[in-house]
């Protein structure tokens, strides 16, 4: 048995060496503003980028102490939607919160 395992150990390693591009991911983030306010940034964390109640906190102190914070890093298409989700309702709640995307 122990001939058998090295053997799959040995296929699965050669496999990880095939040269594949792995698609650009980008980072998504909040800009701040002095109109938004946090319990939004907190709502859309929560709702749009799935944050647990304690990390949406941290990343809106982020974006209210220092000006930005991450939100997370997708693939191009997502980090797109997200982007427009976040900006979607922003708007529709009457606030001026920015989203943006830059290439990780």
Do not use: W
């Amino acid at each position: 048995m122990g001939h058998y395992d090295s053997e799959i150990e040995e296929g699965v390693g050669s496999q990880t060496d095939i040269d594949v591009d792995e698609p650009p991911m980008y980072k998504v983030m909040l800009l701040n503003d002095d109109y938004t306010t946090m319990e939004f940034v907190v709502e859309v964390l929560i709702y749009v980028f799935q944050k647990s109640s304690e990390e949406a906190m941290q990343i809106m102190l982020n974006v209210h102490r220092i000006g930005i914070g991450i939100c997370g890093v997708y693939p191009y298409e997502i980090a797109e939607t997200k982007v427009e989700t976040v900006e979607d309702l922003a708007r529709e709640n009457g606030f001026p919160l920015k989203c943006i995307m830059e290439r990780d």
